[in-house]
């Protein structure tokens, strides 16, 4: 269907609304379009209005890397045709999350975003979006990005999809999942 309609994204509703915990947030249908459909899904809760939409940028959450060509290039179009700015967002995890630390902590974390912060400049380089604006923050990867979504007002967060079983999903994390 996407392609008899030229269409770039498949757009899905969910069955929790916002602000609802069910524990199925997904469809049967949904699910398997998630693991199995090689092109972009928008995942729409059921109670979403357009005047919930904010009027922020379009961030795209992303670690430097060619598994994340596809969603950057995704959202990139996005941007464009909807007018939106386009973010790069990247969450940088914590230096020593548990446990006893045997480096010297102020020395280790010394320009650790920095860092990164150059490291996602140089890949939005060699991928030709050096007008792409950038975030790196440090800390839990998925409540970081909500955070980050809520401070810029975002009107969308694009993630990429790794493509995971059912039973991969159980064993393994996935920002696109949460």
């Known amino acids: 269907a996407m392609s008899l309609h030229g269409a770039d994204v498949l757009v899905i509703g969910r069955r929790a609304s916002r602000d609802g915990d ?16 090689p092109a972009p899904l928008l995942v729409c809760p059921a109670d979403l209005s357009a005047q919930d939409i904010p009027e922020g940028p379009i961030m795209i959450a992303i670690q430097p890397g060619s598994r994340f ?65 950038t975030r790196v923050e440090e800390g839990s990867t998925v409540s970081t990005l909500w955070q980050m979504a809520e401070d810029e007002d975002a009107s969308l967060m694009v993630t990429g999809s790794r493509l995971l079983t059912a039973s991969e999903r159980f064993t393994r994390s996935s920002v696109g999942t949460t």
């Open 22 to 37: 069910e524990l199925v947030r997904l469809g049967g249908a949904a699910r398997r379009l998630l693991r199995q459909l």
């Open 69 to 133: 060509e596809h969603a950057l290039r995704f959202a990139r179009r996005l941007s464009v045709s909807l007018g939106r700015p386009l973010k790069a967002v990247s969450v940088v995890p914590p230096a020593f999350p548990v446990g006893v630390t045997y480096l010297p902590t102020p020395q280790y974390e010394a320009g650790r975003l920095d860092r990164a912060h150059a490291h996602l400049r140089d890949w939005l380089t060699k991928m030709e979006m050096t007008d792409v604006e």
